[in-house]
């Protein structure tokens, strides 16, 4: 007769377990799809702010606190800093629209957050989803200024989304490497973009 309640019992308990599972299935859910929304749209709001006017170029991007180009920073960024802005996430975009006629060069100087317990960097840029260069960044080699070409290809309709790919974030204060509790990426203090390839 014991039986039957002690059923009952485990047949409650796989179905409470059920329905736990499937709240954080959906949980998870609604927050990846909440994230990709939110994301969306801070990138579509910097299009529309840096297509409002073509940009001439060559066109130098300020990137730094105060600076004119902020409205064309996507998601992905921490608030700038007087010399510059770091990347907070795994990806951090920004919008230009440029003349779409010819290959264009990217002249841009990074360094990346690397630390003894922190000691590699992958940062890869990319232009509409194109890969376009790729640096390892470790502890002696935390820094990159170099020119990029960008090639007409990948320019479409002259909107580029931008984005700078960082493999792991991390915060200095989690990597005892300082009080700075910020996931950090990578740091872009010159970006600008020109006429004319690379080479």
């Known amino acids: 007769m014991?039986?039957?309640?002690?059923l009952r019992r485990w047949l409650l308990l796989a179905l409470l377990v059920a329905i736990g599972c499937g709240y954080l299935a959906a949980?998870?859910?609604?927050?990846?799809?909440?994230e990709d929304f939110v994301e969306r749209q801070i990138d579509e709001r910097a299009a529309r702010r840096a297509c409002a006017q073509p940009a001439s170029l060559p066109l130098q991007l300020a990137l730094r606190e105060g600076g004119a180009d902020l409205a064309r920073l996507g998601s992905g960024w921490h608030a700038p800093e007087a010399g510059g802005i770091w990347t907070r996430d795994e990806d951090?975009?920004?919008?230009?629209?440029v003349p779409a006629e010819s290959d264009l060069t990217i002249d841009l100087a990074l360094r990346s957050f690397v630390a003894r317990?922190?000691?590699?960097?992958?940062?890869?840029?990319?232009?509409n989803g194109t890969s376009l260069a790729r640096w390892e960044m470790h502890p002696g080699h935390d820094h990159v200024a170099e020119r990029v070409r960008l090639p007409r290809a990948v320019l479409g309709d002259g909107r580029v989304k931008l984005t700078f790919r960082v493999d792991s974030p991390a915060s200095p204060l989690s990597k005892r490497a300082g009080p700075d509790m910020r996931?950090?990426?990578?740091?872009?203090?010159?970006?600008a973009i020109e006429s004319g390839d690379a080479s």
Do not use: K, N
């Not at 949980?27 to 909440?34: G, K, N």
């Open 2 to 6: 014991s039986a039957v309640p002690a």
């Open 183 to 191: 996931r950090l990426g990578v740091f872009v203090s010159r970006l």
């Open 92 to 97: 951090a975009s920004l919008i230009v629209c």
């Open 27 to 34: 949980f998870a859910f609604f927050v990846e799809r909440s």
């Open 117 to 127: 317990r922190h000691p590699q960097v992958t940062v890869e840029l990319l232009a």
